[in-house]
């Protein structure tokens, strides 16, 4: 089935199984804003704790914050984004569509890097064991072509981003021969910058209310907090300061479900480190989070770094993690080394001294920083596409979402085989007592199978039956969700079968 195909079914999963609604349905929808079901908000909270203890739990120099949406207008003046947070638009005179210049010129090479991967997939199968990618690349006259076509538009890509040459966005997409999706059509207007920020009044009218911003990073909040986390938590560099929280864009383009939202949250951590020592930082972090993406066993091949065209006006490096989803290969998450661009821009627009005296050093400095930045959106659409299945079986079909067990939104449902004999009061019975450590089902409606198929959809790793011989011997069928294996239990094992599966313990072991 085609990419696009088993991307629309995951969307319509996504609904009919509780897991993300469009904002604002009855009242058709809120573009590119999402609510997330009973079980979407439970999966969140699960990547959200997986990420949060992994920075917190298990760095002793890694402190946590909750800092509030509002903030002084000023701080989006000195951090630049007043003036340089925009992004490069194109609309379509026929179609009326907008989109991203940048986007549509990256889509572009994304095309071509995809000619040369078919090649290389196709060769690959014809000389099997015997193939050499390497002096296939480096030989085979079409992915050669291809590949100077790639470096070629790429470089000049990259020209144009960093020289903020809007003009020369345009005449790519217009020597690329760049058609709009809609209208099928090259009739451009001309390229121009958009800020992305919301803004907002605070205090009446009357009173000579002021402009504020909702904020578009949650970074901020943690660079105007530093001292005070420094100073009360006693931190000495290196420390990092992590947060999780909401962050607003007005995005031009919004049309992947929740992969561009205008309303989304984001995990952040920013290192404080000794200037100097930022690069070393920056490659650890690196490390530390694709292993972070990786424990997670959706498959090394599908995770990539991606080098950043044209460097943040802060940083003096950044990396995205890219992982493959169902349309391709995109950013989850951005690292880069900020320097001492914040801070120090805060000390200029405060007037208030950020520094941190290092004893070793005898002497004070604005600290650089190294930051890691993930969407916890985009965060689930990585482990919800990865995770959903559609398996053919002997006799029929089944669709399942092969959550990892410590991120499911319910652990376990507990099914008594009919609803008569006492059966539904032993099922009761065995969640009253697992409910403490997991989260826990009961359902006694329908059919076992069809019982089954729906915990399957909804991505449940154990399924529990009580029958007529539970009351006799205390045993259940416990029924494994990928291998449709069943085993006959006793009640008693059942915590410590479950527990091993579902404790984060085993994959903050990988990390
Ligand atoms: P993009 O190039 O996709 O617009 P970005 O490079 O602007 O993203 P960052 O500013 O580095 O993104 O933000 C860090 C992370 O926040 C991203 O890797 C992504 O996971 C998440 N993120 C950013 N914008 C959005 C959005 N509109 N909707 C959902 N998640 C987002």
């Known amino acids: 089935m085609a990419q ?17 609604f469009q904002s604002s349905e009855i009242y058709d929808g809120l573009s590119a804003v999402y609510d997330y079901g009973q079980y979407g908000v439970e999966l969140k909270n699960n990547i959200k704790k997986y990420w949060w203890d992994s920075m917190v739990l298990l760095h002793e120099n890694v402190v946590g914050l909750d800092s509030a949406i509002f903030m002084h207008p000023t701080i989006w003046k000195a951090s630049g984004h007043v003036d340089a947070f925009n992004d490069p638009l194109i609309d379509n005179k026929d179609s009326k569509k907008r989109y991203r210049a940048d986007v549509l010129i990256e889509e572009q090479l994304a095309k071509t890097e995809e000619k040369i991967n078919k090649e290389i997939a196709k060769a690959q199968k014809r000389f099997g064991d015997a193939f050499d990618e390497k002096q296939f690349r480096e030989t085979n006259p079409r992915v050669l072509s291809n590949q100077q076509k790639y470096d070629e538009l790429h470089a000049r890509f990259a020209k144009a981003l960093n020289d903020n040459d809007l003009a020369e966005l345009k005449q790519i997409i217009v020597d690329q021969e760049i058609v709009c999706p809609v209208s099928g059509s090259r009739n451009w207007t001309d390229v121009r910058q958009f800020n992305l920020m919301f803004s907002t009044e605070m205090g009446s009218t009357a009173e000579g209310a002021s402009k504020i911003f909702l904020r578009p990073e949650t970074a901020q909040g943690i660079f105007v907090n530093y001292l005070n986390v420094q100073k009360s938590g006693r931190m000495k560099i290196p420390f990092g300061i992590a947060q999780i929280g909401k962050a607003f864009r007005n995005e031009i383009v919004a049309r992947q479900f929740i992969f561009r939202m205008r309303e989304f949250e984001q995990m952040e951590m920013q290192f404080f480190v000794r200037p100097g020592t930022e690069l070393d930082w920056f490659e650890k972090w690196k490390t530390s989070r694709m292993k972070w993406h990786q424990a997670l066993g959706f498959g090394e091949e599908n995770y990539r770094f991606h080098e950043h065209e044209k460097l943040a006006h802060y940083a003096n490096a950044a990396v995205d993690v890219e992982f493959k989803f169902p349309f391709g290969f995109k950013e989850v998450e ?10 120090a821009q805060h000390e200029k627009y405060s007037g208030k001294k950020i520094r941190y005296f290092d004893p070793e050093l005898n002497e004070s400095y604005v600290p650089y920083v190294v930051e890691t930045s993930i969407g916890v959106d985009r965060m689930f659409l ?47 019975e065995i969640i009253n007592n697992l409910k403490f450590d997991f989260n826990c089902q009961y359902d006694e409606k329908d059919s076992i199978g069809k019982r089954y198929r729906r915990q399957d959809a909804i991505g449940t790793p154990f399924c529990v039956t009580v029958d007529h011989q539970t009351s006799q011997d205390n045993t259940v069928t416990i029924r494994y969700r990928d291998s449709m294996e069943q085993e006959r239990v006793t009640i008693s094992e059942l915590g410590k079968i479950i527990g091993e599966k579902v404790n984060m313990r085993r994959l903050f072991e990988k990390l």
């Open 334 to 343: 951005g690292i880069h080394s900020r320097t001492d661009f914040d801070l």
């Open 4 to 20: 696009e195909d088993i991307f629309k079914k995951l969307v319509a999963h996504c609904k009919e199984y509780g897991y993300v």
């Open 382 to 428: 990585q482990v919800i596409s990865a995770a959903y299945c559609e398996e053919e079986l002997e006799k029929d079909s089944r669709v399942v979402l092969k959550l990892p067990p410590v991120l499911a939104p319910i652990k376990l449902a507990v099914l008594p085989l009919i609803k008569k004999d006492g059966l539904p009061e032993k099922a009761r």
